[in-house]
């Protein structure tokens, strides 16, 4: 097996989209196979760590090994993080919504000839920028992802200084690069170091590379 980089290490990571409901039978929601965080938590749990997986509605299925929490919404997802603090690492991979539905209906909204219905929205919790900046539960070592359309790398470095976390895993995600859905991923991993232009891989290979960078992290091996 994999060398046990990660033994006696808690590692939280969340994965998917968030639902976000209208009514009961309608919801909001960001594209998001959960590929990649999946496999970031089965790569963890290969390396010894115990895994926390909060996951939204995913298609990927539950890696072995790891406890997993089913989530719906980013309210939900936030709630189960912080039941879950504290960790040594925590990798936000989720896809969360940036808003709800402001008064989500009980009941199903009917197309009753009165018109469209206007849905009021409001701002999500940022689950990312909120552990960051946790008072007593910050985990060392926090990483965040960022998928852009464009000039990937300048966002990436925005991102980490706003959101407040220790690394961002930023991704190309134009149609055209097929990396949403998709089983290969192109990275930068940007730190307060600088930045890393990783060569494409698959999402496990992705996954493997980032969790011996979090174990060089944790141990204080990284030169
Ligand atoms: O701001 P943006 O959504 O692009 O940031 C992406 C990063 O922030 C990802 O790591 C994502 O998991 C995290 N995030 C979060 N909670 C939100 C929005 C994003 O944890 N409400």
């Not at 097996?1 to 006696?8: E, P, S, Y």
């Not at 939280?12 to 990649?36: C, M, W, Y």
């Not at 090994?65 to 879950?84: C, K, P, Q």
């Not at 060392?140 to 976390?165: N, P």
Request: glycine share 8%; aromatic share 2%.
């Amino acid at each position: 097996g994999a060398a046990q980089l990660l033994a006696g290490r808690r590692i939280l990571v969340t994965s998917g989209p968030t639902h976000e409901p209208i009514d009961p039978v309608r919801f909001i929601a960001n594209r998001s196979s959960g590929k990649q965080g999946h496999a970031i938590a089965a790569a963890a749990r290969a390396a010894g760590a115990e895994v926390v997986l909060v996951s939204g509605p995913a298609e990927a299925a539950d890696p072995a090994g790891v406890r997993v929490i089913h989530v719906e919404s980013a309210r939900d997802m936030l709630a189960a993080v912080e039941e879950n603090l504290p960790v040594d690492a925590a990798v936000f991979a989720a896809a969360v919504a940036d808003w709800r539905v402001a008064d989500a209906s009980e009941q199903k909204i009917k197309k009753d000839g009165g018109g469209a219905p206007t849905l009021t929205l409001v701002e999500n919790p940022d689950i990312l920028a909120s552990v960051s900046r946790h008072h007593t539960l910050r985990p060392r070592l926090v990483v965040g992802f960022a998928a852009e359309t464009e000039q990937v790398v300048a966002h990436a470095r925005d991102k980490r200084l706003r959101k407040g976390c220790d690394w961002i895993v930023a991704n190309d995600v134009s149609p055209a690069t097929g990396i949403m859905g998709g089983d290969s991923n192109t990275v930068h991993l940007v730190t307060a170091a600088g930045v890393e232009d990783w060569p494409s891989a698959t999402k496990a290979e992705v996954a493997r590379h980032l969790v011996a960078r979090i174990a060089a992290e944790l141990s204080g091996t990284h030169p």
